[in-house]
């Protein structure tokens, strides 16, 4: 069995959205391609139109505002984190090529065949499970204000002031856990993110289950985008859902991604290796994260070749 729809021939990454979801195409983005969505290069990095949290939870909503919206710059030729948008991106293609939503997609094909415990859409029994987000200190008057989901600056917004601007202590109501916000609402933990990973660093095949062929893997590998991110105000390397090496790592076959706060997981192809780090207590003061996911990859890496 493979999960990822473009393996079994449903999705082609380099596409228009539009073949699949047809309302994508106004405001001239009929060129924006599935991989450009993959890549934070789609020039979406936020929405135009003022959102709260509430709206968030309101998926129609959600994407039908991204469909109708003009791209911020051309397609492809600049990158900006899509912190929140891209969930509601992929996550509409995805509903629009299986016939269901991502986090039940997620659940079927592969959290379920993993046995992993992590949710897009977090149900209710597992509500007393939940340890709370704890914010960041107050940031100094010398430090920018922590950015949350959907931040950033440049075009988008003003550092910490998102569209919606997203608190802490929103991840921590019952709301935020019921709704699928892909690209900031999972809840799992170190394993669970491990285990969904580890497909990428097996080639295809963990615990027993294949949900990806190895062409499938390289697609992860294959660059997308090179340069400055307009959000993030660092240089970037995008492959196809993931951030690439560029340095940092010890191998160049590599990707990655970190999460709001300072969760972090980084696959590495050659060496077969998964590393994930999650956390509840948050001290991001900008949208880089901490160090403490780094020390952990590092010591990782010091085990490998010791």
């Known amino acids: 069995m493979r999960a990822d729809p473009a393996d079994r021939g449903d999705l082609d990454?380099?596409?228009?959205?539009?073949?699949?979801?047809?309302?994508?195409?106004?405001?001239?983005?009929?060129?924006?391609?599935?991989?450009?969505?993959l890549s934070h290069t789609a020039g979406l990095p936020t929405w135009d139109e003022p959102m709260t949290v509430a709206d968030l939870y309101d998926w129609p909503k959600a994407t039908a505002r991204?469909?109708?919206?003009?791209?911020?710059?051309?397609?492809?030729?600049?990158?900006?984190y899509h912190a929140v948008t891209q969930g509601y991106l992929v996550g509409e293609v995805v509903r629009r090529v299986t016939g269901v939503s991502l986090g039940t997609f997620?659940?079927?094909?592969v959290a379920g065949p993993l046995?992993?415990?992590?949710?897009?859409?977090?149900?209710?029994?597992?509500?007393?499970?939940?340890?709370?987000?704890?914010?960041?200190?107050?940031?100094?008057?010398?430090?920018?204000?922590?950015?949350?989901?959907?931040?950033?600056?440049?075009?988008?917004?003003?550092?910490?002031?998102?569209?919606?601007?997203?608190?802490?202590?929103?991840?921590?109501?019952?709301?935020?856990?019921?709704?699928?916000?892909?690209?900031?609402?999972?809840?799992?933990?170190?394993?669970?993110?491990?285990?969904?990973?580890s497909v990428l660093a097996c080639g295809g095949t963990a615990r027993g289950v294949r949900l990806l062929s190895p062409e499938g893997c390289e697609r992860a590998l294959a660059e997308q985008y090179r340069g400055p991110d307009n959000i993030l105000g660092v240089p970037m390397r995008y492959g196809n859902g993931y951030g690439?090496?560029?340095?940092?790592?010890?191998?160049?076959?590599?990707?990655?991604?970190?999460?709001?706060?300072?969760?972090?997981?980084?696959?590495?192809?050659?060496?077969?290796?998964?590393?994930s780090y999650v956390m509840n207590q948050m001290l991001d003061q900008g949208g880089t994260g901490d160090g403490r996911a780094l020390g952990i990859v590092v010591a990782a890496y010091d085990g490998l070749s010791g």
């Not at 991204?66 to 900006?80: D, N, Y």
């Open 13 to 37: 990454l380099t596409a228009p959205v539009a073949r699949y979801w047809p309302e994508f195409a106004a405001a001239g983005k009929q060129g924006v391609e599935v991989r450009h969505l």
């Open 106 to 109: 997620f659940a079927r094909e």
């Open 115 to 197: 046995g992993a415990d992590f949710h897009i859409g977090l149900p209710a029994e597992h509500d007393g499970r939940v340890i709370p987000v704890i914010p960041p200190p107050p940031p100094s008057a010398a430090d920018q204000e922590p950015a949350a989901p959907g931040g950033g600056q440049g075009e988008a917004a003003p550092r910490g002031r998102g569209n919606p601007p997203v608190d802490p202590a929103d991840a921590n109501t019952v709301a935020w856990r019921r709704a699928e916000i892909p690209a900031a609402g999972g809840h799992g933990n170190a394993r669970s993110v491990g285990a969904v990973q």
């Open 66 to 80: 991204l469909a109708a919206q003009a791209p911020r710059w051309e397609p492809g030729t600049q990158a900006g």
């Open 244 to 275: 690439l090496h560029s340095g940092w790592l010890p191998n160049p076959r590599t990707c990655f991604w970190g999460g709001w706060g300072g969760s972090m997981v980084v696959v590495d192809l050659d060496a077969r290796m998964t590393v």
